[in-house]
């Protein structure tokens, strides 16, 4: 089910070149059995149960009492797993999804960058719930691949601006004094395709270089003081990956004192190799590029350390042809999840749309949902918990009369930020940037039920 899990009424989105073959036989496979269910109306078994054809969530399958269909056989008729023991508690030593999830995957886009090493994963938006991300569909960004490194002779140095410069152990770092706290990480390149113009059929690609996760982790803030640094005249600290790609960049102070993290832990586990094991900074509200993998060096400075990767990438190209730099935070923004681009509503009448909606600069105050492209705006239900720097998810009300529809949700956070138009961001950015771009998202509806990319202004 996976992609399609929109109460069966929508189809898996399409695979694109470069994906795995077999999760395209799958998929087709899928179709054609949603398909046949639902024509057989039997909906209701084909999504799990959720908003099958026959299902309206106001009034639920049994509520109904219409005659039995072909569809309630399947509640009648015991199958094989109701008459024979299931399986032992030793089968998976560590867990994994049902076999019947295999279609949702991080998926690589063929060709984006120039060596395999250097790549980029994407999040699969559309088939997720709630705000936290499993660790195996966190998206990746590797700039020289992922390494497994042994935690046993990993060290963390800090040095530079401070009284008494330290090596620590990671079991050294596990003693001190923990947090954990939930935020979002988005690359700073996230949507970028869309400057242009439409460039990619899913939000899996538009928008999935965005996880969010419950960190552990120290406080960067107690280790500064551990090690006297100079917080007054030491306004900058350096983040250096153990990499290939020795991962630098520059944070503020006053970021580093708020609320960065040298985090060990994501979602209650050891971090996922891909994902920096065994220590990663986490910097929240800031461009996932800040947030170093395979952390293994800070240095407090009197002024940003215009490492490589702060002085030529991650900086935004301005319409005049000078480039903004050290624009790190991820300003506000939302995207629908679904129904979104190359899904199918395969029938009209009732949809909850659901999405997701973020702050670099803390919580998610309100976010409209518009049907019209734009014309007309109506609140979206905030599920709790809304929490600052974190994914929230939204919901809304909507049922499809069958004509064609655009599909946006807009953004305000605390501090009183308003989600941009892209005609609006393009008036003061351009159009030949590849970062920052948190643009309104337009989904449309056409008259087939079929969901399509595309700019509204
Ligand atoms: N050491 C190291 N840290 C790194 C990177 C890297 O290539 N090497 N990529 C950065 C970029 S650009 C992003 S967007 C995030 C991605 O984190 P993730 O792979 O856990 O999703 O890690 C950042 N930290
Ligand atoms: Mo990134």
């Given at each position: ?47 799990g ?19 039995v ?10 199958p ?6 299931g ?22 886009s ?48 800090i ?12 079991d ?11 935020h ?32 552990t ?43 960065v ?118 609140p ?16 809304f ?9 655009v ?9 009183g ?12 950015r ?28």
């Amino acid at each position: 089910m996976s992609d399609n899990r929109i109460g069966g009424r929508i189809r898996p989105a399409p695979i694109v070149a470069g994906d795995d073959p077999l999760a395209q036989a799958g998929s087709r496979a899928r179709r054609s059995f949603m398909g046949k269910a639902l024509a057989m109306g039997a909906g209701a078994a084909a999504s799990g149960g959720a908003l099958g054809k026959q299902v309206s969530p106001a009034t639920g399958p049994l509520q109904r009492g219409a005659a039995v269909g072909a569809g309630e056989s399947a509640i009648l008729e015991l199958p094989a797993h109701t008459r024979s023991l299931g399986q032992p508690v030793a089968a998976r030593a560590y867990g994994l999804p049902s076999q019947w999830e295999r279609n949702l995957q991080r998926r690589e886009s063929p060709g984006l960058t120039r060596v395999s090493a250097a790549g980029v994963s994407f999040t699969p938006l559309q088939g997720m719930f709630g705000i936290l991300t499993p660790n195996g569909l966190h998206f990746e960004r590797h700039h020289q691949g992922w390494y497994d490194i042994d935690p046993s002779g990993h060290r963390l140095m800090i040095m530079g601006m401070v009284r008494e410069p330290r090596v620590f152990t990671m079991d050294d770092l596990m003693r001190l004094p923990a947090v954990s706290r939930i935020h979002f990480i988005e690359c700073g390149a996230n949507t970028g395709m869309e400057w242009g113009n439409v460039a990619v059929p899913t939000v899996q690609y538009s928008h999935g270089m965005l996880s969010c996760c419950e960190y552990t982790g120290v406080l960067l803030s107690t280790l500064l003081d551990m090690v006297g640094a100079n917080t007054r005249e030491g306004r900058y600290v350096l983040a250096e990956g153990a990499d290939g790609a020795s991962m630098t960049r520059t944070i503020s102070m006053a970021n580093a004192l708020d609320d960065v993290m040298v985090a060990w832990a994501m979602n209650g586990e050891m971090l996922r190799p891909e994902n920096g094991y065994p220590l990663r900074l986490v910097v929240p509200g800031v461009q996932g590029v800040s947030w170093v993998k395979y952390l293994r060096r800070l240095e407090v400075g009197d002024q940003p350390f215009y490492t490589k990767d702060e002085v030529i990438h991650y900086i935004d190209l301005m319409p005049d042809g000078t480039h903004r730099q050290f624009t790190s935070l991820q300003e506000v923004k939302s995207v629908i999840t679904t129904p979104s681009g190359g899904q199918v509503l395969l029938d009209h009448g009732y949809y909850n749309v659901t999405g997701l909606a973020w702050s670099g600069r803390g919580r998610v105050k309100r976010v409209d949902v518009s049907v019209d492209g734009g014309r007309n705006w109506r609140p979206a239900r905030l599920e709790s918990p809304v929490l600052p720097k974190a994914l929230t998810r939204f919901n809304f009300d909507w049922s499809w009369d069958g004509s064609p529809a655009v599909l946006q949700s807009r953004a305000i956070d605390e501090s009183g930020h308003v989600q941009p138009k892209i005609n609006q961001l393009r008036a003061v950015r351009g159009t030949r940037s590849i970062y920052h771009n948190n643009a309104i998202q337009s989904w449309k509806v056409s008259e087939t039920g079929e969901v399509f990319n595309v700019q509204v202004y």
